[in-house]
């Protein structure tokens, strides 16, 4: 019986090697496949890591828009018309008598050369009156030089008999009709001189309403002139003409549009920003527009109080001294710095996340292959950038790209 029992013992002793095993492998796929329902596999092409650094941070508002004259004129038809011929095409350079278009109105012709001939007859009415006038003053100054003669002989009879009165020569009747013919006639010769002289101030009222209405006349063949010049569509100032609202053929009405002009080298940029950021922009700040060819500095200059679509437009004032990539109605983007954050700690902004608020990212470990939720709070936004108040340090590595589909607690990255 002692033999017996000994092949028990070393029975048991050889199968606690299979369980230790069997327990083993249980545990290591319960772990498995915990682990596997805790993380899932992302491919690395997949993703979009952000670094998280320290230093000197811009905030910055991106907007587009397009480049504008900051000087315009909008040509339009001053009477009724036909296009006659287009010279000019949107695009051309141009200056201030350039030609852009070649209108037609036969009717304003011959409103001109009605204009001009009664003009004519105006001023020839006035030639007519002044020899009128001048003939009549000639009569009158016959007539006074003829009644002054008389005066004068009346006044030396007069002279002649007071000497010969005393004597008794001649007699007192004789003398005395001798005063009262010389008074009379030194009345009626002042008489004729004041009335002349009112005749010469009639005359020149008579000439001054002849040439007013000459004046008039010449107002209204001017204004026709002009109407009939403009019929030459010229630009009016050195430019480029940016937009021709006419066809060859096409008839015009009064204050029709016909073209746009803008200058060349006075540009400003209007450009679109966000709502939600328009009240952190101010008048004066500074403002990099791009031309996808050059960078140009520029400052705010006015900020558009009407909502549009949810954006808000800014215009931008541009130096004199622009590339030869700057051009009208040339499509810009732009930056707008609106604050400098100094020593700061942030890193590219993730897609989900928001100023001064908190998230969850998937923070990578040391080795880069694997990766753990972690919460992080941001301050300020400054672009693609933005501020970590808690949650990373410098060099640490996030996944900034959209994961917001996955539940899991950790991620795991394939290299292919």
Known sequence: MDVKKTKVAQSKLKSYPVIITLALFILAA?????????????????????IVKQGDLQVEIEGYGALRSDKQLLITSLTSATVQEIVLKPGAFVSADSVIVQLANPELQQHVNSATQELSQRKANLRQLKLNQKREL????????????????????????????????VSALSYQESIVQEAQLKKRLAIHKQRTAALKSVNQEAINIQLEQIKQQQGQLDIAQNRLDRLTVKAGFDGVLQRLSVELGQSLASGQEIALIGSVENLIALVRVPQSKAQQIFIGQQAIVD?????????????????????????????????ASARPQLSVDAVIITDTLTNITYMERPVNGKAYSKISLYKLDDSNNYAQKSQVEFGKEAGRYIEIIKGGKVNDSFIVSDLSHLKNSAITIDSF
């Open 291 to 323: 031309t996808r060819r050059d960078k140009i500095m520029g400052t705010v200059s006015r900020i558009d109080p009407v909502v549009v679509d949810n954006t808000v437009e800014v215009e931008i004032a541009l130096p004199n001294q622009l590339p």
């Open 138 to 169: 000639l009569n009158e100054s016959a007539a006074y030089a003829e009644m002054e003669a008389s005066y004068e002989t009346a006044k030396v009879k007069l002279q002649a008999l007071s000497g010969l009165i005393e004597s008794g020569i």
């Open 30 to 50: 319960v772990w498995y496949i915990s682990t596997k329902e805790m993380s899932s596999s992302v491919k690395r092409s997949d993703l979009l890591l952000g």
